[in-house]
T-cell receptor
Framework: GAGVSQSPSNKVTEKGKDVELRCDPI?????LYWYRQSLGQGLEFLIY????????KSGLPSDRFSAERTGGSVSTLTIQRTQQEDSAVYLC??????????FGPGTRLTVL | GDSVTQMEGPVTLSEEAFLTINCTYT??????LFWYVQYPGEGLQLLLK?????DKGSNKGFEATYRKETTSFHLEKGSVQVSDSAVYFC??????????????FGPGTSLSVIP
């Protein structure tokens, strides 16, 4: 596609359920990032994939969060046993190496 | 490690006022520097960038100059408009030899322009 796409655009779930968020980066982009943005807040880095290197998971807030990137393309962010504090907009971005990042529209997650 | 510091917001200006948003950075390699903008209800988009010392990035009337001696990349605009109201993020992407590190974002500065 022409840009970074994310799905779903909105997700409402109950506390304790697992959720999966998907990111389709721009074709050929080697780097992929996940961020979290709470209402009125800045960007919280979660995880970074660069080519075939081991991902940088230093931003994941707890072991309930995990992410994978299959075939160097699509990525899935999984949150297990969701909590209300997980409610936020989850943003994905991709770039060629570490140049300009292209952001997706985000997934708004609401945990009831 | 690498880091980006921005001036605290929110910043409120009258239309046609001069804007400066300060950004300073710490990096170990040869960083590229960026300003991203997030308009209300929208996603982040690149506003401008500079890839080496003394480069000036510019777009939509905004400018920023890569100053290696002061490790700064301040964002400026001579005459702001109401439509410039947004959150502005300074960011860097470091490169040490051939190794690319992840992009580091500043905390963001909220700008409100009033008529």
């Amino acid at each position: 596609g022409a840009g970074v796409s994310q799905s779903p655009s909105n997700k409402v779930t109950e506390k304790g359920k697992d959720v999966e968020l998907r990111c389709d980066p721009i074709s050929g982009h080697t780097a992929l990032y996940w961020y979290r943005q709470s209402l009125g807040q800045g960007l919280e880095f979660l995880i970074y994939f660069q080519g075939n290197s081991a991902p940088d998971k230093s931003g994941l807030p707890s072991d309930r969060f995990s992410a994978e990137r299959t075939g160097g393309s699509v990525s899935t962010l999984t949150i297990q046993r969701t909590q209300q504090e997980d409610s936020a907009v989850y943003l994905c971005a991709s770039s060629l190496l570490s140049n300009e990042q292209f952001f997706g529209p985000g997934t708004r997650l609401t945990v009831l | 490690g690498d880091s980006v510091t921005q001036m605290e917001g929110p910043v409120t200006l009258s239309e046609e006022a001069f804007l400066t948003i300060n950004c300073t950075y710490t990096a170990t390699g040869y960083p590229s520097l960026f300003w991203y903008v997030q308009y209300p209800g929208e996603g982040l988009q690149l506003l401008l960038k500079a890839t080496k010392a003394d480069d000036k990035g510019s777009n939509k009337g905004f400018e920023a100059t890569y100053r290696k001696e002061t490790t700064s990349f301040h964002l400026e605009k001579g005459s702001v408009q109401v439509s410039d109201s947004a959150v502005y993020f300074c960011a860097l992407s470091d490169r040490v030899k051939t190794s690319y590190d992840k992009v580091i974002f500043g905390p963001g500065t909220s700008l409100s322009v009033i008529p």
